[in-house]
């Protein structure tokens, strides 16, 4: 059984900063892809940022040079620095990642999502 665990979202005021963390655990082999989505009210779950397991990083370009995502492979953990906070980034953050996990002798390659941070840039 595999488990996505977000924190570190809330309110924050524009062109401030805040830090999420995903933690990944269970039954787990290994960690491919992880990655950070967001989902604003009234529209669709968007690509935010994604790390592979050598760290080469992908952002969208609504975030470069103000967002940071990066892992700590040891803690099974992804997080994602976000500084110079808009108004526009406020949404519901979510982690996903691509993994494999067993069960017994069975292997399983999928990927996993984890509940949602809000974050609200608001003054």
């Known amino acids: 059984q595999v488990r996505v665990v977000e924190s570190g979202g809330g309110l924050v005021q524009p062109g401030g900063s805040l830090r999420l963390s995903c933690a990944v655990s269970g039954s787990i082999f290994s960690i491919n892809a992880m990655g950070w989505y967001r989902q604003a009210p009234g529209k669709e779950r968007e690509l935010v940022a994604t790390?592979?397991?050598?760290?080469?990083?992908n952002y969208a370009d609504s975030v470069k040079g103000r967002f940071t995502i990066s892992r700590d492979n040891a803690k099974n953990t992804v997080y994602l620095q976000m500084n110079s906070l808009k108004p526009e980034d406020t949404a519901v953050y979510y982690c996903?990642?691509?993994?494999?996990?067993?069960?017994?002798?069975?292997?399983?390659?999928?990927?996993?999502w984890g509940q949602g941070t809000q974050v609200t840039v608001s003054s």
């Open positions: 790390i592979t397991s050598g760290a080469r990083t």
């Open positions: 996903k990642a691509d993994l494999t996990s067993y069960s017994g002798d069975y292997v399983y390659r999928g990927e996993y």
